[in-house]
């Protein structure tokens, strides 16, 4: 059972459109959310995270929502660049497990 | 600081046999984890480790084994390597819940 949902497999934008990354989780004892990104052939890198007493948080171009009642968090990205082409997962956690529950990712390409 | 290593990049086994995959981190971090990831599988935990001398199992961890006798070193047994072991491996570390550093993985085939 997946308790936290990447619904869209992949999404194709434009250069200097935005870019909406959707995120959905089950457990409501999550209380921190974190986006990662991954190149083909490389690691996940941290991009961005939230805790639940928040409901944004941005980091440049990057700008993290999290609606709490909805269960949903959702990341954007302005302007999306053509090196923002990855795979985006979406992982949460609760209390002080470090044990990250992942999304299956959704594929981002940014065409020029 | 160089990170989250693992050694080998590539490596291909015959059904069988048996290897390890080796993890390193030199940030002093306590908290390592082993991920493998599938296509559409997402990234699935294997097993973990909350410091030295202390391992558990994740949510995939049959067909494998762990050990951490140092911060640095957290390798992964293959025990006996199978075609459905086929698979992308990722060592992580972590400083603090939630957030965790990956090495460049290691790319498995088992014929």
């Known amino acids: 059972d997946q308790q936290v949902k990447q619904n869209s497999p992949s999404l194709s934008v434009q250069e200097g459109r935005i870019s909406i990354l959707n995120c959905d989780y089950t457990?409501?004892?999550?209380?921190?959310f974190l986006w990662y990104k991954k190149y083909p052939a490389e690691g996940p890198t941290f991009l961005i995270s939230i805790s639940s007493i928040k409901d944004k948080n941005e980091d440049g171009r990057f700008t993290v929502f999290l609606n709490k009642s909805a269960k949903h968090l959702s990341l954007h990205i302005v302007p999306s660049q053509p090196g923002d082409s990855a795979v985006y997962f979406c992982?949460?956690?609760?209390?002080?497990?470090?044990?990250?529950?992942w999304g299956l990712g959704t594929s981002l390409a940014v065409n020029p | 600081n160089a990170g989250v290593t693992q050694t080998p990049k590539f490596q291909v086994l015959k059904t069988g046999q048996s290897m390890t995959l080796q993890c390193a981190q030199d940030m002093n971090h306590e908290y390592m984890s082993w991920y493998r990831q599938d296509p559409g599988m997402g990234l699935r935990l294997i097993h973990y480790s909350v410091g030295a001398g202390i391992t558990d199992q994740g949510e995939v961890p049959n067909g494998y084994n762990v050990s951490r006798s140092t911060t640095e070193d957290f390798p992964l047994r293959l025990l006996s390597a199978a075609p459905s072991q086929t698979s992308v491996y990722f060592c992580?570390?972590?400083?603090?819940?939630?957030?965790?550093?990956f090495g460049p993985g290691t790319r498995l085939t088992v014929t």
């Open positions: 992982a949460a956690n609760a209390g002080n497990n470090r044990k990250l529950i």
């Open positions: 457990n409501s004892m999550f209380d921190y």
């Open positions: 992580a570390s972590s400083p603090r819940p939630g957030e965790q550093y």
